[in-house]
Structures are given as structure tokens and as C-alpha cells.
């Protein structure tokens, strides 16, 4: 089983650093097998959560509101897009 340590964070904010953790669990008789960095996000890439969903009348597109530390419009043809929805890390 993979588990980020973010999410892990949000359940545990005590959490120790990656490396203890590992041998805490060793300890409990939990074997890790790895533990992996994750690589940044390219640059000039956004994440941000969609706020509203407008469909346009005659088109195969959408007009999203989002909120990326500021809300922007923009428009998307992905099916999937509902409000609440985010993608990426914050």
C-alpha cells in the first residue's frame, strides 16, 4: 500500500519526519519497503478547487469558476468538473 505523507499529516499533524516514522513502524512489526520523494510540480503549472459550474448553451464547453488563491474563469471541456473538486497539491 502507497500512503502520502501529506495525507497522512492530515489525519496524524504530529506525524514524525518520513525517516522516523519508518523505523517507528518497523518497530510495530510493519515492514516499509520504500519511501519515495515526490517530485515538485512542473513550473507555470496552477492547482486550485472549482467553486461553480456554468454549462453554455450550444457548446461542448463549460465555464469554471476557480479558486487558485484567487478566483479565475476559465473554460473546459472535462466532463468531471463539479464544484468542490481539486486536483494537485495545495
Known amino acids: 500500500m502507497k500512503i502520502v505523507y501529506s495525507w497522512l499529516k492530515e489525519f ?3 506525524a514524525p519526519k518520513s525517516e522516523r516514522l519508518e523505523e ?3 518497530g510495530l512489526g510493519l515492514e516499509t519497503e520504500s519511501i519515495s520523494k ?3 510540480p512542473p513550473s507555470g503549472v496552477v492547482f486550485g478547487r472549482v467553486l461553480q459550474v456554468e454549462a453554455l ?3 461542448e464547453v463549460r465555464r469554471l469558476v476557480l479558486d487558485i488563491g484567487r ?3 476559465v473554460l473546459s471541456a472535462a466532463p468531471n ?3 468542490g473538486r481539486s486536483r494537485g497539491r495545495p
Do not use: F, H, M, S
Request: charged share 30%; aromatic share 0%; net charge negative.
Open 12 to 14: 496524524l499533524p504530529d
Open 24 to 26: 517507528l513502524l518497523a
Open 38 to 40: 515526490l517530485a515538485p
Open 57 to 59: 448553451e450550444g457548446k
Open 71 to 73: 478566483e479565475v474563469q
Open 81 to 83: 468538473a463539479r464544484p
